[in-house]
């Protein structure tokens, strides 16, 4: 099974190469171990993709972003890669599944950055129904609520921030005592200044969230103190907001490609990986996934196809050092 150009990861990224790649008229495999969507697959609405004027439910939009990669001719594959082997001398690449091994020039890493997910009973029955991962993405839809906010690091605080525009009240899960001079893990000082003035934030000191209750949608949230163990239980909470890091899908590469310390791909500004015909896109890349933005994601994709069918016509490869 040989084709010019296998895409690993069916998120906004890999499916924008797809089609850029498949409409070139390139041989075009895409793999991937769930149905094609990503992180948006679990995102209610999305209202800041361009092109859509009303709100379009996540999964909607990778549907119909699936359906025009197919239109172009992409093959899409649900089987999920667990190894790959580089021809490091400008040959065909191999992708290796537990059902198959496929074979092509090019190939394109697109597998996505996922959030590490709260550690709460229920946490998993109620994300994208009042639980959110991104800020930017929901935030729009709790104005004039109460919302809770778990993250004590920078990218936590200038959620919070953002988060202020549209609630009434944000409250913050801090791990740590007050008077603990460790009590944030963010280290701009500036951010933390503004976030501790901002009036619409509440700390809570020294508890963790150990349960989200509701069925269908958010209705109550337990915490715990974690110096006396007693439960708090809140039903006024909107919305719960968690920022406690992000884990990039390379486990699968390790050793194979070069990556930054938390597991992300290094590339150059064209998407390419220091092995001749590999490219890295998306929330996996170390330059994207400090964003998570779906049209950012998608950039990339359209980079790399492009660069993909520079590639194959002319065999050259460089990678730009910064």
């Not at 499916?15 to 790649?21: D, G, M, N, P, R």
């Not at 439910?57 to 992409?74: D, H, I, K, N, V």
């Not at 989200?212 to 439960?231: A, H, I, N, P, Q």
């Amino acid at each position: 099974m040989v084709y010019d150009v296998i895409i690993v990861g069916g998120g906004p990224a890999g499916l924008t190469a797809a089609i850029y790649a498949s409409r070139a008229n390139l041989k075009t495999l895409l793999l991937d171990k769930e149905v094609p969507g990503g992180q948006l697959n679990d995102t209610t609405e999305v209202e800041n993709y361009p092109g859509f004027e009303e709100p379009i439910p996540g999964p909607e939009l990778m549907e119909r972003t699936r359906r025009q990669a197919e239109r172009f001719g992409t093959q899409i594959v649900l089987e999920e890669v667990v190894d790959v082997a580089w021809d490091r001398d400008g040959g065909a690449h191999e992708v290796i599944t537990p059902e198959n091994r496929y074979r092509a020039p090019v190939v394109v890493i697109a597998t996505g950055a996922g959030p590490v997910e709260l550690p709460a009973k229920g946490a998993d029955r109620l994300k994208g129904r009042g639980l959110s991962y991104c800020a930017v993405c929901d935030g729009y839809f709790f104005r004039g609520k109460k919302l809770l906010e778990v993250g004590a690091g920078d990218s936590g605080f200038t959620e919070i921030l953002f988060l202020t525009k549209f609630a009434d009240e944000v409250r913050v899960v801090v791990r740590h005592p007050e008077d603990d001079p460790n009590r944030f893990k963010a280290k701009d000082k500036v951010l933390v200044e503004r976030v501790l003035q901002n009036p619409k934030v509440k700390f809570l000191w020294n508890t963790e969230v150990v349960e989200l209750k509701g069925e269908e949608k958010l209705e109550g949230v337990v915490l715990k103190k974690r110096d006396t163990g007693e439960l708090i239980e809140m039903d006024d909470i909107a919305g719960v907001f968690v920022n406690i890091g992000h884990k990039p899908a390379t486990e699968f590469l390790q050793g194979k490609l070069d990556m930054d310390e938390h597991g992300y791909l290094i590339t150059d500004r064209r998407t390419r990986t220091r092995v001749p015909g590999v490219y890295g896109v998306g929330d996996v890349r170390a330059f994207t996934g400090e964003y998570a933005q779906a049209v950012i994601a998608a950039a990339d994709g359209c980079i790399a196809a492009l660069e993909a069918e520079k590639y194959l016509r002319d065999r050259k490869w460089a990678f730009e050092e910064d």
